[in-house]
């Protein structure tokens, strides 16, 4: 989720990473939700339990500035309950490091 350039950037990385990703939009009604606080001007947490990614892409949004921007969202893949399959070993997987990586490495200039 986040801004159309970077998140395709980002999609990119986990291609060549190796890694699953798929875009996300942020329904509008999130902003309602993050603007629903009577003491805040901004509420950083949802009492309703699902959607919490999209929730906090609502959030940080709003600190963005116009700036480009992503958010992972990576609470699904980032404990593996089972066994081990893959690389993924039992317990924290690390999902989304290596398409981190990948995208720094792009973003990096040449070497020379």
Known sequence: MGDDAVVEQV????RAAG???WPMPIPEHMEERIRSSKIAD???HDWI????GLFAAAFLRS????LPWAHLDIAG???NK??????WT???TGFGVATLVELVRSLAPPAG
């Open 11 to 14: 999609l990119a990385a986990a």
């Open 19 to 21: 890694e699953e990703a």
């Open 42 to 44: 901004l509420s950083q």
């Open 49 to 52: 339990r699902w959607g919490g």
């Open 63 to 66: 600190f963005t500035g116009g």
């Open 77 to 79: 893949p980032a404990f």
């Open 82 to 87: 089972g066994g081990p399959t893959g690389h």
């Open 90 to 92: 039992s317990g924290g």
